[in-house]
């Protein structure tokens, strides 16, 4: 029994490495405040407007500006100093929301900055999470990635699990004034430390940033059926089935205002609670099958979430769902860690950063709109299953991801042979 659970403990051993731990450290600081301006930017949306329609257009607002600098920024990342690309973006992120506790501030607060400041962050996050990203398979070796995944995975859900809750409580009882203060504080604290940081500079084989580059990295994620059943799963998910815009009037329908922040938190704390226990993940190879099978439960989940009678089921079922969301998520990344040589690395972060933000972005609209049309409960229920659905069609057009095995892959092994697979023509 004991041996069991030894398999269940998670492998620290890149925290052994002082690079990687202030990289951590950095992240799991501007998460928590973030998380914090994730729910008081809706919320204040919310008090100004009372719009479903309204909430849900931030993802609008944020998409094109993403879509354009995430695959810029993959270029950057190959080509630059990841390091400094990094910190210049997090100070820039910095400003936004100073300007967000500026406008605060005012004795008639606008609307129009909240769109203002989330397009210019979505713009920053794209040009910065590709070198974020593309920096840990530089600083941690090929057999600790899978560890890797799931300690950064953890560093993420800090700062979701607390961020939302102490925002909930911000917003709730001092406004959204301290909220936006906070996250100012957090960011400062964060550039410190990523200033602490070596540098790391591009590989040998590093080109300029062009459109050129950016499509020959696209063309090589064409050429890799795994890699695209792993973009096309995650945005199938997210923009299906992501309920968070509507987190708002779900504390509201269920007489719960007091849980909105615990809302927030509950796909970190399923998240998390698979990432503490991820010590199986190392012995898992079908990583395309097990992405397709948590996906699946995922939007069972979202859907149960929809049609919960009461706020401890509904909270009960985002947990779930969040668990299920990691193990696609560690495989995933476990696939693109081990297989992408790093002179394309950062433009297949680009496209990688689409693949998981395109979907929750667009699905922020779609989801109010649905509510709109059919109903809070109908709009969310009906996302998860159809979510389901199109893991259910994946599995019959990508038989290439589903059958994916890293013990058996030809990109794998050219990575473990410290050798680089020609992509085949497109």
């Given at each position: 029994?004991?041996?069991?659970?030894?398999?269940?403990?998670?492998?620290?051993?890149?925290?052994?490495?002082?690079?990687?731990?202030?990289?951590?450290?950095?992240?799991?600081?501007?998460?928590?405040?973030?998380?914090?301006?994730?729910?008081?930017?809706?919320?204040?949306?919310?008090?100004?407007?009372?719009?479903?329609?309204?909430?849900?257009?931030?993802?609008?607002?944020?998409?094109?500006?993403?879509?354009?600098?995430?695959?810029w920024g993959g270029a950057i990342a190959d080509a630059a100093d990841r390091r400094n690309v990094v910190l210049i973006c997090e100070f820039a992120m910095a400003?936004?929301?100073?300007?967000?506790?500026?406008?605060?501030?005012?004795p008639h607060p606008a609307v129009w900055p909240l769109y203002v400041v989330a397009g210019s962050v979505a713009a920053l996050d794209g040009l910065q999470r590709?070198?974020?990203?593309?920096?840990?398979?530089?600083?941690?070796?090929?057999?600790?990635?899978?560890?890797?995944?799931?300690?950064?995975?953890?560093?993420?859900?800090?700062?979701?699990?607390?961020?939302?809750?102490?925002?909930?409580?911000?917003?709730?009882?001092?406004?959204?004034?301290?909220?936006?203060?906070?996250?100012?504080?957090?960011?400062?604290?964060?550039?410190?430390?990523?200033?602490?940081?070596?540098?790391?500079?591009?590989?040998?084989?590093?080109?300029?940033?062009?459109?050129?580059?950016?499509?020959?990295?696209?063309?090589?994620?064409?050429?890799?059926?795994?890699?695209?059943?792993?973009?096309?799963?995650?945005?199938?998910?997210?923009?299906?089935?992501?309920?968070?815009?509507?987190?708002?009037?779900?504390?509201?329908?269920?007489?719960?205002?007091?849980?909105?922040?615990?809302?927030?938190?509950?796909?970190?704390?399923?998240?998390?609670?698979?990432?503490?226990?991820?010590?199986?993940?190392?012995?898992?190879?079908?990583?395309?099958?097990?992405v397709l099978i948590a996906a699946a439960v995922w939007g069972l989940a979202v859907a149960g979430f929809g049609l919960a009678p009461n706020i401890g089921i509904?909270?009960?079922?985002?947990?779930?769902?969040?668990?299920?969301?990691?193990?696609?998520?560690?495989?995933?990344?476990?696939?693109?860690?081990?297989?992408?040589?790093?002179?394309?690395?950062?433009?297949?972060?680009?496209?990688?950063?689409?693949?998981?933000?395109?979907?929750?972005?667009?699905?922020?609209?779609?989801?109010?709109?649905?509510?709109?049309?059919?109903?809070?409960?109908?709009?969310?229920?009906?996302?998860?299953?159809?979510?389901?659905?199109?893991?259910?069609?994946?599995?019959?057009?990508?038989?290439?991801?589903?059958?994916?095995?890293?013990?058996?892959?030809?990109?794998?092994?050219?990575?473990?042979?410290?050798?680089?697979?020609?992509?085949?023509?497109?």
């Amino acid at each position: 029994m004991l041996k069991r659970l030894r398999h269940l403990r998670m492998d620290l051993r890149p925290l052994r490495r002082r690079d990687f731990r202030l990289l951590m450290a950095s992240g799991a600081i501007t998460m928590f405040g973030s998380f914090i301006t994730v729910v008081a930017v809706p919320f204040q949306l919310k008090q100004l407007t009372g719009s479903y329609v309204a909430v849900g257009a931030v993802g609008v607002v944020e998409l094109v500006p993403m879509v354009l600098s995430g695959l810029w920024g993959g270029a950057i990342a190959d080509a630059a100093d990841r390091r400094n690309v990094v910190l210049i973006c997090e100070f820039a992120m910095a400003l936004c929301t100073a300007a967000l506790l500026v406008n605060a501030m005012m004795p008639h607060p606008a609307v129009w900055p909240l769109y203002v400041v989330a397009g210019s962050v979505a713009a920053l996050d794209g040009l910065q999470r590709p070198s974020l990203d593309a920096m840990t398979p530089r600083l941690v070796p090929r057999d600790e990635q899978t560890a890797a995944n799931a300690i950064s995975s953890v560093r993420w859900q800090i700062g979701a699990v607390g961020g939302p809750a102490v925002g909930g409580v911000l917003v709730a009882l001092a406004g959204v004034r301290l909220a936006y203060a906070v996250d100012v504080l957090t960011f400062l604290l964060s550039i410190g430390l990523l200033w602490a940081l070596r540098p790391v500079p591009p590989s040998a084989e590093a080109e300029r940033p062009s459109l050129r580059g950016i499509a020959r990295g696209a063309r090589y994620a064409w050429s890799r059926p795994e890699l695209l059943g792993t973009y096309f799963v995650d945005i199938a998910a997210m923009f299906l089935a992501m309920p968070v815009a509507l987190y708002p009037f779900v504390a509201d329908e269920l007489h719960a205002r007091w849980a909105l922040g615990l809302l927030y938190a509950c796909i970190p704390i399923g998240a998390m609670l698979v990432s503490l226990t991820s010590g199986w993940a190392s012995r898992v190879h079908r990583h395309g099958l097990m992405v397709l099978i948590a996906a699946a439960v995922w939007g069972l989940a979202v859907a149960g979430f929809g049609l919960a009678p009461n706020i401890g089921i509904a909270i009960a079922l985002l947990i779930v769902a969040g668990g299920a969301d990691m193990v696609s998520g560690l495989f995933r990344s476990t696939i693109w860690n081990q297989t992408i040589p790093d002179h394309l690395r950062g433009r297949l972060a680009g496209i990688e950063l689409l693949s998981y933000s395109i979907g929750p972005t667009a699905g922020q609209l779609r989801a109010g709109l649905m509510a709109g049309a059919v109903g809070l409960r109908g709009a969310i229920a009906a996302g998860g299953l159809l979510c389901t659905g199109a893991v259910a069609l994946c599995t019959v057009f990508m038989p290439g991801f589903t059958r994916y095995d890293e013990r058996t892959s030809p990109h794998a092994q050219a990575a473990r042979d410290g050798q680089e697979l020609q992509p085949a023509a497109p």
